[in-house]
């Protein structure tokens, strides 16, 4: 097992300086990690000591099912959340390292290494999203699954390698969709109750078919890998919704842990990434 309360008070550090658009000042060095969300794009920093030290969130339509769907705007957006960090930071940053979903190759990874050099940033790694996750999360042997807004991502982990992996289209969004369905809503308000702690009770029922879709998912998944996975990890967005764990682990009977804050767990791995790729020299794409 992992030691969750450190992640989770890691990953809340930059959680705040977000919400509180500030940062940790003052540094040697900064080291930012660029993540190209479907719903979510965000900039995380750490310092030279892997330090949490600021980030910046914002939600766009740029990225679909694991794909650059509009380049010029995902450099704007991303050059406005550089601009932003740097800002709370009193500090420029330099390098940054970006991730791409399992099963993307060749050009679209390319794409997301250009999103970031476009907005300014010099791009010294890319590598895949769960990878990065496990940077922050530190998972020996069992799954991380990252349940984002577009798609679902599996890593299988064994010894602290990551062994298998894949991506499916089912997320988040999919949650909203039931949800504007079923009250016959538009997307947005949807997208809005969905995140509401307080109502997530009552639409519990609702999303329930789209949680078991994914812990199937899940199953089918690890059992492709070929390793017995003993243990989950949630992270991504969507874990956030209240009792989604219940459900994985009631489906899969394996015990599932879930981290706080984990939309910015990727992201803070990312920046993670990026300062191991300068200080040990790990440059280039994994
Ligand atoms: N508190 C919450 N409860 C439920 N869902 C949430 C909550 N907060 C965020 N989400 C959902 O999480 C998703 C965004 O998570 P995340 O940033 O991990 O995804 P992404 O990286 O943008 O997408 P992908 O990885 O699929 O490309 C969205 O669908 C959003 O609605
Ligand atoms: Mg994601």
Redesign the pocket.
Known sequence: MIDIDRVNQYVGQIAGYIEGNTALRGAKQYFAGV????????VAVVDEEGRPAGGA?R?AEV????LVVDYVGAVKIVRELKKEVEEALGSELEVAAVAY?PGCEGRNVDAFRYVAEGAGFECVRSLE?PVAANLVLQVKDGAIV????????IAVLKDGEVVYTADEPT???H??LVIAGAYKIPFYEA?ER????SL?MELFPVVKPVMEKISIIIERESRRSGYSVKEIYL????????G?EKIIAGRTGLPVVKAAY??????VGIALACREAILNGHEGTD
């Not at 984990?262 to 992201?267: E, G, N, S």
């Open positions: 993540d190209l969300g479907t719903t979510y794009m965000v969130l939600c990225v679909r099912d694991g979903p999203e990252d349940i984002g807004g577009g798609t679902t991502g997320g988040g969004t949650f909203s997208e969905k995140k509401d702690p997530q992270c991504g967005g969507t874990s956030a919704f209240k989604i984990p939309w910015l767990v990727t992201p």
